[in-house]
């Protein structure tokens, strides 16, 4: 059963607020060097056989909002 990791991010060419509100935050806790923060999503799943194109199309489906969001998918054989 091998572990697949799927990373969910905003594309790059979006405001994401909420990770823009963390990096002020830090800021205003004396941690300046931080430049910019971005908040994702992780979902880790357990599959009896892990099919690339499966869990793309999970992704594409429900996991991620590919107008959005931009995924990479991590499995550890």
Request: with cysteine; aromatic share 6%; glycine share 6%.
């Amino acid at each position: 059963m091998p572990p697949v990791r799927v990373y969910v991010r905003l594309k790059p060419s979006l405001l994401d607020s909420a990770g823009k509100t963390v990096a002020s935050s830090l800021a205003k806790l004396g941690f300046e060097e931080v430049e910019e923060a971005r908040i994702g999503k992780l979902v880790e799943l357990k599959v009896d056989k892990y099919d690339e194109g499966r869990v793309k199309e999970m992704c594409d489906k429900l996991l991620a909002n590919p107008v959005i969001e931009d995924y990479t998918i991590e499995v550890d054989e």
